[in-house]
Every structure is written in structure tokens, then in C-alpha cells.
């Protein structure tokens, strides 16, 4: 799944289209983690990216579990 979460981030052509892309579930975080941004892998696993120094750009931060167990 990472492998295509990758593929349609690279299809896109700034953070607002990725928006639109249901599939992604793109939603900031809160709290201590603000400023980040996740995206639904499988199950409780996400991808955690923050936004580079343009739209386009995309930084891949950390692919977690969502709870930490």
C-alpha cells in the first residue's frame, strides 16, 4: 500500500489535489504533531508527511502505527 500511496502522491499536482483524492484521507494532525499531515496506508498504519518548500514538494516523514502499541 505504501508503494501506491506513493504513486498517486506523485500523480498529483499540489497538496489541494491530493485533498480530493479520498483514498488518501490526507488530514493534518493535531497537537504535538501539528504542522503534519497523514495519509491512510492500511488497517492502523499511516504515512506521515509534512509539506516542502513549495506545493508540489512533499516531505515523507514516518510510516507509524496509529495507536503506538
Known sequence: M???RI???QAVK???DAYQR???RLHPLRSSRRGELSIYLV???R???TQGATE???IIEEVSD???D
Open 66 to 68: 496509529h495507536y503506538d
Open 47 to 49: 504515512l506521515i508527511v
Open 56 to 58: 508540489e514538494t512533499v
Open 14 to 16: 499540489d497538496f489541494q
Open 43 to 45: 488497517g492502523r498504519w
Open 7 to 9: 504513486e498517486m502522491l
Open 22 to 24: 479520498p483514498a488518501l
Open 2 to 4: 505504501y508503494i501506491r
